[in-house]
C-alpha cells in the first residue's frame, strides 16, 4: 500500500479522497492554488503545497508544479479526483516514468478512450453496442450527406476531442449538413484545438444512461449496476439516481455484464464509467470516462462500495476484492448538484458563503467543501456540494429529497436549490418520466 498520496485536484472530490486515505492509514498532501489556501482539504492534509496562481493552467493543471510537489514531499502516488488531469493521458505517463503511482487506468487506456472515435471502434471490438454512425473522422461536406442519407436523418455531428456539449451540431435535414459541420469545427478547434468529427444517428428522446465498471488490470473486472443522468443542462448533469428506475431490472444486469466482459478482456484498472443513450428498450455507447464520476455517491449507497477504496487498493497492485456474485443492490439513491448559480438565468455566484446548515438525518449525505466563512472564487467551477439521498423505493427516495432541499441552507450567495424545490415537485420527475431534453424543454417554459 502507499505511504503517500498526493491529491491532484480540489472541493469536494479532493475531501472525498483524502478521507478514503485517512482511513486507509495513507499520508496525504495536498496541492492548491492561491485562491485555495484556505480550503477545506488543505486544512486536513498531512501536507500541503501551493502549486500557483487560481487559474487552472498555471496550478491544477501545471504538470511540471505537480511533480516538484510529488518530490518535495516525497508522494509515491497521485490520485487526480475528476476534471483537470484526471484523464490526462500524458500526466499518467510522466507519474509512471518517475516511478510515481498513478490512481487511475494505464495511460494507454486512458488514451484510447479519450478520442471518441477510437473509443468507438475499441467499443465495437469490445462486443458494446454502438450508435450508427461513421466509422472515422468525416473530411468533407459530402461525405457527411451521404453517411447522413445511409443512416437517416436527424444526425449529430460531434467533435472527436470533444466533451461538455461543446463541438456538438445537429442536421434535421440534407441542407442543414453544410453550417453544422462548419459550425462544429470552429468550436471544436476552438475548445480542443482540434477540429476533427464524426457522425452518428441522432436519437429523438434517449435517456442517459451509464454503468460503473472496476477492474484491477488482471483480467478481473465487475459492474456495480446503473444510474440515469438524464436530467441535464448544456449536456451538464444536475441530478442522478440509481439505479436506473426505467430500466428493467434484466436489461441492466444484461448490459452490465456486457460491460464488466469488456473491462476483463481490456485488462482495465481502476474506476470507470460507460455512457449509453438509452431508446426504445436499447442501448448506444456515446463513451467511458476513465475516472472517478462526479457522481459516483449513488452507486456506493445502493451498493455499500467505497469505489475510492478500491480505486486507491488496485493501483498499489492488489486484486479486486470484488465479485459479481457479490454485488447486490438495495433501494434507490439520488444526487442532487447544488451550485453556486442563480437559480433562473446560471450565472455564477461566487462570494462568502454568511450562513450554512446542510441537510441531515437517516439516509442522507452531503459531499462537500464548503464551510461557514468560507469563500467561493470566482476561478472554478461552482459546485457547493452534492446531495445524496436514499429510501427503501424511489418514492421514499423522492419524500426524502424534497425534505432535504427544504432543509438544507446557503446564505450569501445565490444557489440552485430553488430550482430543485420546483423539480422535486413536478410530475413528471415524481413519474420518472423524463429524458435528456426534458430540463431544457422544461426552463424554457419558466
Not at 193 to 222: C, F, T, W
Request: charged fraction near 25%; include cysteine; aromatic fraction near 8%.
Amino acid at each position: 500500500m502507499f505511504s503517500k498520496v498526493l491529491i491532484a485536484n480540489r472541493g469536494e472530490i479532493a475531501l472525498r479522497i483524502l478521507r478514503a486515505c485517512k482511513e486507509l492509514g495513507i499520508q496525504t498532501v495536498a496541492v492548491h492554488s492561491t485562491a485555495d489556501a484556505n480550503a477545506m482539504h488543505v486544512r486536513l492534509a498531512d501536507e500541503s503545497v501551493c502549486i500557483g496562481p487560481p487559474p487552472a493552467r498555471d496550478s491544477y493543471l501545471n504538470i511540471p508544479q505537480i511533480m516538484a510537489a510529488c518530490e518535495i514531499t516525497g508522494a509515491d502516488a497521485v490520485h487526480p479526483g475528476y476534471g483537470f488531469l484526471s484523464e490526462n493521458a500524458r500526466f499518467a505517463q510522466i507519474l509512471n516514468e518517475h516511478k510515481i503511482t498513478f490512481i487511475g487506468p494505464s495511460a494507454h487506456h486512458i488514451e484510447i478512450m479519450g478520442d471518441k472515435i477510437t473509443a468507438k471502434k475499441t467499443a465495437v471490438e469490445l462486443g458494446i453496442p454502438v450508435v450508427p454512425g461513421s466509422d472515422g473522422e468525416i473530411k468533407t461536406e459530402a461525405e457527411a450527406k451521404a453517411l447522413a442519407t445511409k443512416i437517416g436523418y436527424p444526425v449529430l455531428i460531434k467533435a472527436t476531442a470533444g466533451g461538455g456539449g461543446r463541438g456538438m451540431k445537429v442536421a434535421h435535414t440534407e441542407l442543414d449538413i453544410g453550417i453544422a459541420l462548419s459550425t462544429a469545427r470552429s468550436e471544436a478547434k476552438a475548445a480542443f484545438g482540434n477540429d476533427s468529427v464524426y457522425i452518428e444517428k441522432y436519437l429523438g428522446k434517449p435517456r442517459h444512461i451509464e454503468v460503473q465498471v472496476m477492474g484491477d488490470g488482471q483480467g478481473n473486472a465487475v459492474h456495480l449496476g446503473t444510474r440515469d443522468c438524464s436530467l441535464q443542462r448544456r449536456h451538464q448533469k444536475v441530478w442522478e439516481e440509481a439505479s436506473a428506475p426505467t430500466v428493467p431490472p434484466e436489461k441492466r444486469e444484461e448490459i452490465g455484464e456486457i460491460c464488466a466482459a469488456a473491462m476483463r478482456k481490456l485488462k482495465y484498472s481502476g474506476a470507470g464509467t460507460i455512457e449509453f443513450l438509452y431508446e426504445n428498450g436499447e442501448f448506444y455507447f456515446i463513451e467511458m470516462n476513465t475516472r472517478l464520476q462526479v457522481e459516483h455517491p449513488v452507486t456506493e449507497r445502493i451498493t455499500g462500495i467505497d469505489i475510492v477504496y478500491e480505486q486507491i487498493r488496485v493501483a498499489s497492485g492488489e486484486k479486486l476484492s470484488l465479485k459479481q456474485k457479490d454485488i447486490q443492490f438495495y433501494g434507490h439513491a439520488i444526487e442532487v448538484r447544488i451550485n453556486a448559480e442563480d437559480p433562473q438565468t446560471f450565472t455564477p455566484s461566487p462570494g462568502k458563503i454568511s450562513f450554512y446548515h446542510p441537510a441531515g438525518g437517516v439516509g442522507v449525505r452531503v459531499d462537500s467543501a464548503v464551510y461557514q466563512g468560507y469563500s467561493i472564487p470566482p476561478y472554478y467551477d461552482s459546485l457547493i456540494g452534492k446531495l445524496i439521498v436514499y429510501g427503501r423505493t424511489r418514492h421514499e427516495c423522492l419524500q426524502r429529497l424534497s425534505r432535504s432541499i427544504d432543509e438544507f441552507v446557503v446564505d450569501g450567495v445565490k444557489t440552485t436549490l430553488p430550482l430543485f424545490q420546483r423539480l422535486i415537485r413536478e410530475p413528471d420527475i415524481i413519474a420518472g418520466n423524463y429524458d435528456i431534453h426534458w430540463l431544457e424543454n422544461y426552463l424554457g417554459k419558466k
